[in-house]
Structures are given as structure tokens and as C-alpha cells.
């Protein structure tokens, strides 16, 4: 069975930084894309960044970029969201998901597993 487990979330103050964690289990994960997603309260869920499975490429919403940093490592089969310079509107739910192919886009590729997601709060 397949699980994916988000960590890492919590209350900060804009400006300041968060790092989220994704470990997978089940799966190969050498061969999965890893994709973080996010969900405001009242919102749809937003696709924020992506790293592929093997070419080593990562995507980013123009939300995040420049402030977010995702990375991977496949050795403990986990995925990391580096957040700087927060800010409240970052406020909500954040969820990793796994993707065996991202076809021609990272953001509508379909994702076949999904964590349970953890919550970030940006107080202004």
C-alpha cells in the first residue's frame, strides 16, 4: 500500500520560512514525479512545484517561485518544500502527491497518489 505523509507545517509570521517534508512509502520512488499542491480555505487546489522523477527538473507556480525551493531525496524516498519570505496569502493546506508521468504538464499531469496534507498558517 501506498502512503504519502506531509510534515513540517505550522504557524509563522510573514516573512519568515517553513520547510515541509513528504516521506513515500510503497512505491518505487526513483520513478515518480513529486508535486506539492496547496488548498486556501474557500479555494481551489493550486499546484505549486514539482520535482520530476529523474531528469533532475523542477517547476514552480510564478506564486512561489523565487521564494519556494523543492528538493529530493531518493535515498529516504522523501520530497522537501524550502518556503521563504512568507506570506499570509500562503495560508492553507499543503499536500504531496505522486505522479508516474507528468506528460506535457507538471501542473494538469495526473497524480495517482496523495498525502493526507499539512497545514500552514501565515499570520500577518
Known amino acids: 500500500e501506498v502512503h504519502l505523509v506531509e510534515s513540517g507545517g505550522g504557524l509563522v509570521q510573514a516573512g519568515g520560512s517553513l520547510r515541509l517534508s513528504c516521506v513515500a512509502s510503497g512505491l518505487d520512488f526513483d520513478d515518480y514525479a513529486i508535486g506539492w499542491f496547496r488548498q486556501a480555505p474557500g479555494k481551489e487546489r493550486e499546484a505549486i512545484s514539482c520535482?520530476?522523477?529523474?531528469?533532475?527538473?523542477?517547476y514552480y507556480a510564478d506564486s512561489v517561485k523565487g521564494r519556494f525551493t523543492i528538493s529530493r531525496d531518493n535515498a529516504r524516498s522523501m520530497v522537501f518544500l524550502q518556503m521563504n519570505s512568507l506570506r499570509p496569502e500562503d495560508t492553507g493546506v499543503y499536500y504531496c502527491?505522486?505522479?508516474?508521468?507528468?506528460?506535457?504538464?507538471?501542473?494538469?499531469?495526473?497524480?495517482?497518489?496523495w498525502g493526507q496534507g499539512t497545514e500552514v498558517i501565515v499570520s500577518s
Open positions: 502527491a505522486a505522479s508516474w508521468a507528468l506528460g506535457s504538464s507538471w501542473v494538469t499531469a495526473k497524480y495517482d497518489y
Open positions: 520535482a520530476s522523477s529523474s531528469e533532475g527538473s523542477t
